[in-house]
């Protein structure tokens, strides 16, 4: 069991209004992600549901049960925080054993419930170390780890990957999603990286300026995004957006084509650009180009396709995955 | 070859400063040696003799030897007590958002730049004093009868007196060690069912373990000292009441003129004070390596 409802939840400190009125639900098992940037309330967001910080207005409400007023440990969340808060001086068994021994279990139950947990996080072999000897990884399962044994009816993740590497944050991006298949329990998970977003989610709320530009699945994000902010937000490299005579053409004060649905050539075109930077990444190559009467534009193509710096490259926008745009920013269908 | 350069310049250069402070501890330690071996009075000071064991002899059998000795350990382990205990529970106070942080801060501080000597006269004439100290007062109010705190309480009083003006020295280090505690800890603790309590005892004071450590080595070093708010206070009395070894020398040396058995007790109180670092790193010291 893990439903979390927010009714018109509001966050004022002092004179900043953080959260103006956020109404949110999330379905038990759920998956979702609170991706935004830096200072858009994400994280603020978080600390409500979890009850580090109290509400200005609204109410909070974790599987039917009101628990605006209630205490953080009494409400059966386990959150796992980006500096990991392990204890310096525990062992990583006497870690993940605390809020089993706060509860006041039984030593042999706390014995059981550690070694299960362990086992699931490959840190049988570590349980006399103390923190300070694990890397940053491990120190990231034994969070996972102090949150698991507490069968919490949802975990809360406030952007558990931002201290470790590229590589490894790729493996306990895959270990989390694991987690979350094995668990099956509700996961709000907190990240200003919206490939970890993409990658994870089965729901995305896009948050701007403490206002929820867009609820949905990670693919509806992409293809359907409801305005300009989430548009521009989702998506690697950034979409291009268009205004003028172009736009105009297409009943739209701007119009948004994404990098991968530009159609390059060297010879012929709607578009003609001159590469500014070419970015090869093998597989892929990123063109930084500068467009006549357009302005900047990023396209994706093919590593094969061989342009550089200075080169003349011509484009076409794939028309069907155009997204339109009105005078106040928002997504207009067809 | 650069390095070993490095190196030799280094010791060149530290050199001066290590000879100073060797020159500095080594020249008295061993006039104290020399002279605690000697028959000099100050009453006598052309007949200066060797006496061998004596002077150690006189002392150790001086009856207010090991009541002084009692005294000394007294004062710095009631002054640790009072000081730890009440740094933690100052700085736990001060660690709170409140208003007027700053004033309230520095007025905590005061007693630390307080003389001793001066410490010391405040509360034995305005806070202490059986007719017209504060505490005479307050007992009064109560319809209790004045305590003589300097002839009833003799030891005490001092112990009071010095843990005030330490009090403030162990606030100051515990509260910096409390202010770099994580705050993503004491919340991670706080969802983890973890009430006031169990925060302080499994997260706070295993934190300030190592600031503890520091705090009571380094009163303890000016503890075993304390002389001038017992010369200005009790005087060592009543009888031998309050003397510790630091004023157990001071009497032999300036009101005995008795410069071989001073110096034998100064020996004496190195000794003591090698003896109680001794059992003090072994019970805390590895706290300090971490």
New interface residues.
Partial sequence: MGSITLQKVSKVFGEAKVIPSIDLEINNGEFVVFVGPSGCGKSTLLRLI???EDVSAGHILIDGKDVTDA???ERG???V???Y??????SVRNNIA??LK??KLDKAIIDKKVADAARVLNLTDYLERRPSQLSGGQRQRVAIG?AIV?EPSAFLFDEPLSNLDAALRGTMRLEISDLHHQLKTTMVYVTHDQVEAMTMADKIVVLNRGNIEQVGSPLELYKSPRNLFVAGFIGSPHMNFVTGTYAQSKNAKTAGIRPEHLGLSKDSGIWRGTVKVAEHLGADTFLHLDVEGIGQITARCDGEFGAYHGDTVYMTPDETKLHRFDDKGLALRA | MATQNTKTLARLMMAPSVLLLLVWMIVPLAMTLWFSFQNYNLLDPSNVSFTGLFNYQFFYTDPAFFQSIWNTLVIVGGVLLITVIGGIAIALLLDQPIFGQGIVRILIISPFFVMPPVAALVWKNMIMNPSYGVFADISKFFGLRPIDWFAQYPLFSIVIIVAWQWLPFATLILLTALQSLDGEQKEAAEMDGANFLNRFIYLVVPHLARSITVVILIQTIFLLGVYAEILVTTNGGPGYASTNLAFLIYRTALLGYDVGGASAGGIIAVVLANIVAFFLMRAVGKNLDR
């Fill in positions: 979890a009850g580090l205490a953080p440990a969340l386990a959150m925080f980006q500096s808060a392990l204890y310096p001086h525990m605390f809020p706060m509860a102090r507490r």
